[in-house]
């Protein structure tokens, strides 16, 4: 079996403007087996289960990184967001350099672009600070047959990743928002890069808001759900918008980070 095609193949329905759930449902399905069977190594372990401590919050366990592909919306949303942007930039500059924070065991959300772009075409540099995940990204990469694109590794904590400006990413995607960044470091990875970029760089996803949300009346207590609250106040955005207040230039992010009090 060409894994490659494979892979190519499953990962078409992403790409679906209409969801069809039970063929998205299989082809993440296929996907994640594909995946495991090029990994080869059993990660429900202690180690392949152990978070790692940050004093912002946690990086996940290559167990539980690895799961994040079950979550059909948030990985369909991901890559078609992935796709929009490199639709955009793909004409302007040869080759595009996109930067992954948290690639996951896997890399998951970029081997469907890896496999339909030449290797001239993108660039890309992976950070993962999970050893583990970081040691089974690079095997997965190798056994699909992709050691000859420029793929730079970097076992780095993205919160404090200094980028190379010789070498400034055009999009930057991570997704380390487990359980609605009460876990993992999104808000301070973002906030690390995006005060190194120019604001042509795209990020994916494009804003991070965090809203005080009031439970609605006769709401049940047990469970909670985001339907069950109205957002009352916003009180934190990342965006690019936010971040660059008016002009283009990156030595114009000076802007501290703070949490306004709320009267609510
Ligand atoms: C929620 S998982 C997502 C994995 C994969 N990107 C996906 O979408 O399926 C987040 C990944 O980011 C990594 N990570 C979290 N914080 C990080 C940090 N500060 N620097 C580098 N990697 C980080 C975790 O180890 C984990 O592998």
Redesign the pocket.
């Known amino acids: 079996m060409n894994l490659q095609k494979e892979i190519i193949r499953v990962t078409s329905e992403y790409f679906e403007d209409n969801i069809d759930w039970l063929k998205l449902s299989n082809a993440s399905k296929e996907y994640k087996n594909i995946l495991e069977e090029l990994c080869g190594q059993n990660m429900d372990n202690e180690e392949g289960r152990s978070?790692?401590g940050?004093e912002?919050?946690?990086?996940?366990?290559?167990f539980?990184?690895?799961?994040?592909?079950d979550d059909l919306v948030?990985?369909r949303q991901?890559i078609r967001g992935i796709n929009e942007a490199i639709k955009e930039k793909i004409n302007v500059k040869k080759p595009l350099h996109i930067l992954?924070?948290?690639?996951?065991?896997?890399?998951?959300?970029?081997l469907p672009f890896i496999l339909r772009y030449s290797k001239l075409d993108i660039k890309y540099t992976f950070?993962?600070?999970?050893p583990l995940?970081?040691k089974i990204v690079q095997d997965v990469i190798s056994k699909l047959g992709l050691d000859e694109y420029d793929i730079t590794f970097a076992k780095?904590?993205?919160?404090?990743?200094q980028i190379d400006s010789k070498n400034e990413p055009d999009i930057i995607?991570?997704?380390?928002?487990?359980n609605a960044l009460a876990k993992?470091?999104?808000v301070?990875?973002f906030l690390n890069l995006m005060r190194q970029v120019n604001n042509e760089t795209i990020f994916i996803p494009e804003k991070i808001e965090l809203f005080i949300g009031l439970k609605k009346a006769g709401s049940p207590m047990d469970v909670p759900q985001a339907n069950q609250y109205r957002e009352a106040e916003m009180v934190f955005e990342v965006s690019k918008e936010s971040m660059f207040p008016s002009e283009t230039s990156k030595t114009q992010i000076t802007k501290e980070v703070s949490f306004k009090k709320s009267k609510l």
Request: glycine share 8%; charged share 15%; aromatic share 14%.
């Open positions: 978070d790692i940050f912002n919050g946690k990086a996940l366990g290559a539980w990184a690895a799961l994040c592909l948030r990985t991901f992954y924070a948290g690639t996951g065991p896997f890399a998951t959300l970029i950070l993962e600070i999970n995940s970081f780095k904590d993205a919160t404090k990743y995607i991570s997704e380390t928002m487990q993992e470091q999104q301070p990875i």
